[in-house]
């Protein structure tokens, strides 16, 4: 599965918009983009995958670069809940998932 | 509620001992997966299972081993040969372990050995 890139840690204030990036520069052309969360201390949810086109679910838009080497998570307004460390992951299938260290994303208020 | 459930929370035992941990999901998932998180890293795979009666390993299976003699139950056993067992524990379901089905995760195991 190739590798992505995150960056470590984000802000955010209560009610913006956050935008979290992903480098994926390796993604082959059969591999999805998903993208998960983990609230401190809780097992990971999921939020939203895609594979060329972009993505919107009530979570969250996932926006994919046309060259597919980058994507980015969009918390259209975000809240002091969506406080998490944030994976994205690239994959051929949902199940064998390579979790990264993440984006820390903290939302202030 | 469906759900996966993971008893219990917090676990504790002295090292040299075996110890099993639960996972049960009321899901109707056929895979199930099991991963171990360590203080500010991700997950990583451990064992997982496609179906009833069959499992396969992940990345870090040495030290673990694992059943799956119903759908619904996934224990994992911590051997005493897991040099460095203690971690959080989150097991997980999908619909099947084939397509790109999304993962559901218990509310994991924090497991101190000492």
């Known amino acids: 599965d190739a590798k992505t890139t995150q960056p470590p840690s984000m802000d955010c204030a209560e009610g913006r918009a956050a935008n979290l990036p992903c480098n994926h520069s390796?993604?082959?052309?059969?591999?999805?983009v998903y993208w998960y969360r983990q609230i401190h201390s809780q097992g990971p949810q999921y939020i939203i995958h895609?594979?060329?086109n972009n993505e919107t679910n009530e979570m969250a838009s996932l926006i994919i670069t046309e060259d597919r080497k980058s994507s980015t998570l969009i918390l259209p307004h975000a809240t002091l809940r969506d406080t998490a460390v944030y994976y994205c992951?690239?994959?051929?299938?949902?199940?064998?998932?390579?979790f990264g260290e993440g984006t820390q994303l903290t939302v202030n208020p | 509620d469906g759900g996966i459930t993971q008893s219990p929370k917090y676990l504790f035992r002295k090292e040299g001992q075996n110890v099993t941990l639960s996972c049960e999901q009321n899901l109707n998932h056929d895979a199930m997966y099991w991963y171990r998180q360590d203080p500010g890293q991700g997950l990583r795979l451990i064992y997982y299972s496609q179906i009833v009666n069959d499992f396969q390993k992940g990345d870090i299976a040495e030290g673990y081993s694992v059943s799956r003699e119903k759908k619904e139950s996934f224990p994992l056993t911590v051997t005493s040969a897991q040099k460095n067992p203690t971690a959080f524990y989150l097991c997980?379901?999908?619909?099947?372990?084939?397509?790109?089905?999304?993962?559901?995760f218990g509310p994991g195991t924090r497991l101190t050995v000492t």
């Open positions: 992951i690239v994959s051929l299938s949902g199940s064998r998932l390579t």
């Open positions: 997980a379901s999908s619909i099947a372990e084939v397509g790109t089905y999304e993962q559901y």
């Open positions: 895609g594979l060329k």
């Open positions: 390796t993604i082959s052309g059969n591999e999805y």
